[in-house]
C-alpha cells in the first residue's frame, strides 16, 4: 500500500516533468532567448524541474525502502481506534489513506461523487475542494464501506454524515469565510442538537476538540511527530490524529468524517 503510493508519486512526478519539458521546448523553439537576460529568465523554468527531479528521486527511494515491507492489516473496530496516521495518496484525485501508528492499514477515504466539470479544478489544486459539493466514503481495507459524508453550502461547509446503512446521523457546520486565523465549526446530533464545539488553525490544522467537560476527544498539531514507529513511517510528516475511544460509535463516526474533510481539503 504505501509502496504503491510512493510508486505513484514517482510516475506523477515523471509525466510532469515531460509535460513541462514540452511545454519549455515548444517555448524556446518559438521565442528562442537572444541575450544574456532572456536566458537567465528562461533559466528560472529550471526550477519546477528541480523540484519535480527531487520528488522522483525521493519517492524512488523510499519505495525500494518499503517495497518489500509487508503492511498488515488492521483489526481495530471504529470503536476501538484511539489514533489515526492519515496520508495523502499520490492520485489525481485525491483520497486519503489510514493507517495505525504502527504501520497496520485501517482503510481509505474516497471521493465517490463529484461534478464531471469539477474534476479538472480539484486536479489542479484539491483544496478548492472547501468550496464545491462531493461525496466521500471511508472504505475499511476489506473494501467495506463503514460510513460516509456528503459536503454541501457555499458561505459555510455542511456534512451531512451517514452510518454503514446509509442512515443520517449527524453534521459537522464549519464556517469558512468568517475567520481566517481559526476554523470554527460544530458537530450536531440528528436531531441538530450541539454535541461538540471545534475550532482548528486555519494555516496548519492543529486542533484540540474537548467537551464541556474538558476531555479530550480528538488532538492535532501539525509537524509535532516525526517518529520513526515502523519502517513505513520514517518521514517527518507523517499526521498523526490522536481520537478519544470513550465515546460512541456515531460519536467516532462524526468525528471521524470532520477529520476526513479538513484533511481532504488541505494544500498541504
Same mark, same amino acid.
Given at each position: 500500500?504505501?509502496?504503491?503510493?510512493?510508486?505513484?508519486?514517482?510516475?506523477?512526478?515523471?509525466?510532469?516533468?515531460?509535460?513541462?519539458?514540452?511545454?519549455?521546448?515548444?517555448?524556446?523553439?518559438?521565442?528562442?532567448?537572444?541575450?544574456?537576460?532572456?536566458?537567465?529568465?528562461?533559466?528560472?523554468?529550471?526550477?519546477?524541474?528541480?523540484?519535480?527531479?527531487?520528488?522522483?528521486?525521493?519517492?524512488?527511494?523510499?519505495?525500494?525502502?518499503?517495497?518489500?515491507?509487508?503492511?498488515?492489516?488492521?483489526?481495530?473496530?471504529? /470503536?476501538?481506534?484511539?489514533?489515526?496516521?492519515?496520508?495523502?495518496?499520490?492520485?489525481?484525485?485525491?483520497?486519503?489513506?489510514?493507517? /495505525?501508528?504502527?504501520?497496520?492499514?485501517?482503510?481509505?477515504?474516497?471521493?465517490?461523487?463529484?461534478?464531471?466539470?469539477?474534476?479538472?479544478?480539484?486536479?489542479?489544486?484539491?483544496?478548492?475542494?472547501?468550496?464545491?459539493?462531493?461525496?466521500?466514503?471511508?472504505? +475499511?481495507?476489506?473494501?467495506?464501506?463503514?460510513?460516509?459524508?456528503?459536503?454541501?453550502?457555499?458561505?459555510?461547509?455542511?456534512?451531512?454524515?451517514?452510518?454503514?446503512?446509509?442512515?443520517?446521523?449527524?453534521?459537522?457546520?464549519?464556517?469558512?469565510?468568517? +475567520?481566517?486565523?481559526?476554523?470554527?465549526?460544530?458537530?450536531?446530533?440528528?436531531?441538530?442538537?450541539?454535541?461538540?464545539?471545534?475550532?482548528?488553525?486555519?494555516?496548519?490544522?492543529?486542533?484540540?476538540?474537548?467537551?464541556?467537560?474538558?476531555?479530550?476527544?480528538?488532538?492535532?498539531?501539525?509537524?509535532?511527530?516525526?517518529?520513526?514507529?515502523?519502517?513505513?513511517?520514517?518521514?517527518?510528516?507523517?499526521?498523526?490524529?490522536?481520537?478519544?475511544?470513550?465515546?460512541?460509535?456515531?460519536?467516532?463516526?462524526?468525528?471521524?468524517?470532520?477529520?476526513?474533510?479538513?484533511?481532504?481539503?488541505?494544500?498541504?
Amino acid at each position: 500500500m504505501i509502496a504503491t503510493m510512493y510508486k505513484r508519486r514517482e510516475r506523477l512526478a515523471v509525466l510532469l516533468l515531460g509535460i513541462i519539458f514540452l511545454v519549455t521546448a515548444t517555448y524556446l523553439i518559438i521565442d528562442t532567448p537572444t541575450t544574456t537576460n532572456e536566458w537567465l529568465e528562461a533559466g528560472s523554468l529550471l526550477l519546477p524541474f528541480s523540484f519535480l527531479i527531487i520528488v522522483a528521486v525521493m519517492s524512488r527511494y523510499k519505495y525500494q525502502k518499503v517495497k518489500e515491507v509487508d503492511i498488515p492489516l488492521s483489526e481495530r473496530t471504529i /470503536e476501538d481506534i484511539d489514533h489515526v496516521v492519515v496520508k495523502k495518496d499520490a492520485t489525481f484525485i485525491t483520497q486519503l489513506l489510514v493507517f /495505525e501508528q504502527t504501520g497496520c492499514f485501517m482503510g481509505t477515504y474516497r471521493l465517490t461523487s463529484l461534478s464531471w466539470w469539477h474534476y479538472p479544478i480539484v486536479i489542479f489544486m484539491s483544496s478548492f475542494l472547501m468550496f464545491l459539493p462531493f461525496n466521500v466514503s471511508y472504505f +475499511s481495507h476489506q473494501g467495506e464501506k463503514l460510513f460516509s459524508f456528503k459536503r454541501r453550502g457555499i458561505k459555510k461547509t455542511v456534512l451531512d454524515v451517514y452510518d454503514q446503512n446509509d442512515n443520517f446521523i449527524g453534521q459537522y457546520e464549519q464556517e469558512d469565510f468568517k +475567520s481566517l486565523v481559526k476554523i470554527k465549526g460544530k458537530l450536531l446530533d440528528r436531531n441538530s442538537q450541539l454535541i461538540l464545539p471545534v475550532k482548528a488553525s486555519a494555516s496548519t490544522g492543529d486542533f484540540d476538540i474537548r467537551d464541556k467537560a474538558g476531555h479530550r476527544w480528538a488532538y492535532f498539531y501539525d509537524g509535532r511527530f516525526p517518529h520513526e514507529y515502523t519502517e513505513v513511517f520514517n518521514e517527518i510528516d507523517n499526521d498523526i490524529v490522536e481520537m478519544s475511544d470513550y465515546i460512541s460509535r456515531e460519536k467516532k463516526i462524526l468525528l471521524l468524517a470532520m477529520i476526513g474533510h479538513m484533511f481532504l481539503v488541505r494544500s498541504k
